[in-house]
C-alpha cells in the first residue's frame, strides 16, 4: 500500500508518521496533522478510508486495530510543515549539544528555524533573534500557555 498526502483527500492534511506494534495484536497507528488542525471527523473518515483499503489487501486473516489520531502535545515537531504551522506560538527547543532555548517561533525555513527570546532588563523589554539550523536540534515542542 502506497501512502502519499494526496490519499488525505484534503491538500491542508499531512502525514506525520506511520507507527507499526505487535504486542498480541498488531497495531497500526497513523499520525496525521492539518495546517488548520485536525478534527474528530476528518480521523473518522481517513480511518474508514484506511480500513477498506486494508480489507482489500486481505489483512482480515490478521489481527489488527487501526488507529488514526493527531500528534499529542507531547510530541516533538516531526517535519518543517509542523514547525510553520506553529509559528506564532512558544516553543522548547532541545540541541544536540545538551542545550535548550525556548522563545517564539518566528519563521521555520528549509534548513532553520527562527525563535524570538524576550526577557525584560529593568523595566526595557530585551528582544533577541535566534537562528537553530535543523541539522543541530534534536526535537522541539510546542508550549502551551495559559496565560
Known sequence: M??????LENPSLFLVDVILSSRHLSKITVVIDGDQGVNIDECTR????LSARLDELNLEAEHYVLEV????LDQPLRL????????????KVHLKDQRIET???IDAGEDQVVIRQEWKEGKVL?????ALPFAEIEKTYVVISFK
Do not use: C, D, F
Not at 2 to 7: A, D, K, M, P, V
Not at 46 to 49: Q, T
Not at 69 to 72: A, C
Open 2 to 7: 502506497t501512502w502519499t498526502e494526496t490519499s
Open 46 to 49: 481517513i480511518s474508514r478510508a
Open 69 to 72: 489520531t493527531t500528534p499529542g
Open 126 to 130: 530585551q528582544e533577541k533573534r535566534l
Open 80 to 91: 518543517n510543515r509542523q514547525y510553520r504551522k506553529n509559528i506564532g506560538r512558544g516553543v
Open 103 to 105: 522563545g517564539t517561533l
